[in-house]
Nanobody
Framework: QVQLVESGGGLVQPGESLRLSCAAS????????IAWFRQAPGKEREEVSC???????RYEDSVEGRFTISRDKAKNTVYLQMNGLKPEDTAVYYC????????????????????WGQGTQVTVSS
């Protein structure tokens, strides 16, 4: 049974920080990539960051230098530290896991991910 549970969203002012957590069961981080996606109203779902099973990472250009993805294998949890938040970061944030032969590798394509959390709302507003 695969289950991903996000937490840590909230309402913050521009420039503030949040740390999102994705607790995974049914996956092991040694063999599965985990991504963070976000979706704002009226916009396409986009990947903001991903961590491969080997621990290497990628970031969407707009969050590079502000967001940091990390993992705790003992807790089977992936984190997204979000600093310097901007209003355009407002969205529902989801964590997602892959399946199949490429499950250890990140992908920017939502359809490549088969397990999704329920989402956590991040609102950045003054």
């Amino acid at each position: 049974q695969v289950q991903l549970v996000e937490s840590g969203g909230g309402l913050v002012q521009p420039g503030e920080s949040l740390r999102l957590s994705c607790a995974a069961s049914g996956y092991t981080l040694n063999y599965n990539a985990i991504a963070w996606f976000r979706q704002a109203p009226g916009k396409e779902r986009e990947e903001v960051s991903c961590i491969n099973a080997d621990g290497t990472t990628r970031y969407e250009d707009s969050v590079e230098g502000r967001f940091t993805i990390s993992r705790d294998k003992a807790k089977n949890t992936v984190y997204l530290q979000m600093n310097g938040l901007k209003p355009e970061d407002t969205a529902v944030y989801y964590c997602a896991g892959r399946d199949g032969m490429y499950s250890i590798w990140c992908s920017p394509t939502p359809s490549d991910f088969v397990s999704w959390g329920q989402g956590t709302q991040v609102t950045v507003s003054s």
